[in-house]
């Protein structure tokens, strides 16, 4: 029973955390020294640096064809629009699905869907609330297109947001990685965009919550309807 608690609410954090973790709780230590009150406060922050890099298992499901999250958090934008141009996937626009992550959500990526990077492309850019939708192409980005076996194209976009300024993308071009592989990190609230196939809808509703690497965003085969949902 202990070990399924300690295992509920410690999770393993990522290695790129250790840095940060270190630095709060040398000011934790300092606080403490100079001011009790101000000691339990960085304390706090402490716990929540450690929780922003939590990088927990994820059961990925094996169903071919999926579509995965690729981060935590809360669907913000369903919509067609235009793929990163320097991507090289077209003009026309896809179907977009957005996925907000703030600064309590886990912040480690993960990859879609099996299939190989054929392209990493970076741009600069402003640092505005990615939950906007000009967020998608002011803010600063990462976009990787990945080929799916049957050779079909998707892109998985990481976006910068107000407080985040740092994006990490660990894959690289020709790499093959499977659905639910870790492929980045965006630092301190973020969101990521997928760019589904041509004629493949999403099966997610906006305001739904999502996993990254379990929870079902589209199908590849088979027909789909978008989902309706109410918030309570």
Known sequence: MAVNMLDTFIKPMHPEG??????FGAVTVLAFLICQPLGWICLGLTVWCYYF???????????PGLILSPADGVVSLIEPAVPPAELGLGPDALMRVSVFMSVFNCHVNRLPVEGRITAIAYRPGKFLNASLDKASVDNERNALAVE??????????????????????WAKEG??????????????????????????????????????????????????????????
Not at 18 to 23: E, H, K, P
Not at 53 to 59: I, M, V, Y
Not at 192 to 200: F, Q, R
């Open 18 to 23: 250790w840095r940060f973790v270190g630095i």
């Open 53 to 63: 890099f939590r990088d927990p298992k994820r059961a990925v499901p094996l169903e």
């Open 148 to 169: 799916l076996p049957d050779g079909r194209k998707i892109a998985v976009v990481q976006i910068a947001g107000l407080v985040a300024r740092r994006i990490m993308c």
């Open 175 to 232: 790499q093959h990685m499977r659905a639910g592989d870790r492929f980045g990190l965006i630092r301190f609230g973020s969101r990521l965009d997928v760019y589904l196939p041509n004629g493949v809808e999403p099966e997610v509703a906006i305001g739904q919550t999502m996993i990254a690497g379990e929870s079902i965003i589209a199908r590849l085969d088979g027909p789909a309807a978008p989902r309706l949902a109410r918030i309570e």
